[in-house]
Nanobody, 126 residues
Framework: QVQLVESGGGLVQAGGSLRLSCAAS???????????MGWFRQAPGKEREFVVH????????YYGDSVKGRFTISRDNAKNTVYLQMNSLKPEDTAVYYC????????????????WGQGTQVTVSS
């Protein structure tokens, strides 16, 4: 079982930046580097949307079209943490942001991820 805790959400004006963190613990004998990580988001009344994926080593990343060029994912396997730097934020980025982990081969499908955090709210005002 892996526990994921997101932090860093908040209220920001359009054009601003936020940095989300996701701290992992309880990897049940596996190290954090055994897990591919992803960020998803869900706005009120909408389905959960893929934001970005990062591979176990951090060498490979894959972004959703709506955030490409504005968001950057990174991970620090020594700190069991993955980060999401969000720049040039838009009101349409408003959502609850979820961190997810998987020991399996995954990319952009939420169903592929095994473990989820509770989410952190990001609100972008116009």
């Amino acid at each position: 079982q892996v526990q994921l805790v997101e932090s860093g959400g908040g209220l920001v004006q359009a054009g601003g930046s936020l940095r989300l963190s996701c701290a992992a613990s309880g990897a049940s004998g596996r190290t954090f580097s055994n897990y591919a990580m992803g960020w998803f988001r869900q706005a009120p009344g909408k389905e959960r949307e893929f934001v970005v994926h990062i591979s176990r080593s951090g060498a490979f990343t894959y972004y959703g079209d709506s955030v490409k060029g504005r968001f950057t994912i990174s991970r620090d396997n020594a700190k069991n943490t993955v980060y999401l730097q969000m720049n040039s934020l838009k009101p349409e980025d408003t959502a609850v942001y979820y961190c997810a982990a998987s020991s399996r081969v995954v990319l952009d499908s939420a169903r592929q991820y095994e473990y989820w955090g509770q989410g952190t709210q990001v609100t972008v005002s116009s």
